[in-house]
């Protein structure tokens, strides 16, 4: 049997000190404030919400209501007391007999002047080739028209006088810019009716 000291056994002198426990007071209990009674622990107690938070936001969301109410108020009184304008209709302007009649005398005068004599020039083409005079003539003529043509005038002249102007240029460009033979006479046919109509629109002889 040995002698020697157990490995289990406490060591000599006895029982080591033990270090004193804290003070930690038992679970479920919270050390009273001073000269009071000890009160419950409150453990996992929810924090209070922030005040100022919700008061801030409950400011702004008052002033949008409030700026939104004065808005739509304004809309509805201004659109009550302003009733909405109607559109203005186009002003017809009118003459009188006589400005129609001066308007009209104008513009036949210079037609007349424009094709007297004409006919004996020839046609706008003589021999292949573009009768300068003639055409010169026929452009001089209908730019004299088209200056003649104020608002006085009658549509019983304007419109026989406007179809006058378009079938001369309509000539002159198919005899400048070398149109066939029968383009330029059925052209020149259609010049010669709208020469015709403007004069009995003019009372002038044919």
């Known amino acids: 049997m040995s002698t020697g000291t157990s490995a289990w056994a406490p060591p000599a002198g006895g029982v080591p000190p033990q270090p004193a426990p804290p003070n930690v007071p038992p679970y479920g209990w919270n050390p009273p404030p001073a000269g009071g009674a000890p009160g419950p ?19 702004i969301l008052m002033v949008v209501a409030i700026a939104a109410t004065a808005a739509i108020t304004y809309a509805i009184a201004h659109s009550a007391g302003t009733p909405a304008a109607a559109p203005a209709a186009p002003s017809t302007p009118t003459f009188t007999a006589a400005e129609q009649a001066d308007a009209k005398q104008s ?49 019983s002249v304007a419109t026989p006088a406007r179809q006058y102007v378009a079938a001369n240029l309509n000539l002159m460009n198919a005899s400048l810019g070398q149109g066939s033979l029968d383009e330029i006479k059925q052209l020149t046919a259609a010049t010669n009716d709208a020469t015709g109509t403007l004069a009995d629109a003019c009372g002038l002889p044919r």
Do not use: H, Y
């Open 41 to 59: 622990l409150q453990q996992g107690a929810p924090r209070p919400p922030k005040m100022w938070l919700w008061a801030l936001i409950t400011s």
């Open 107 to 155: 513009l036949c005068q210079i037609f007349d002047k424009s094709t007297a004599g004409q006919q004996a020039q020839g046609g706008v083409v003589v021999n292949g080739q573009p009768n300068v005079p003639v055409l010169l003539r026929k452009l001089t003529g209908a730019v004299s028209i088209i200056q003649a043509l104020v608002p006085a005038t009658p549509e």
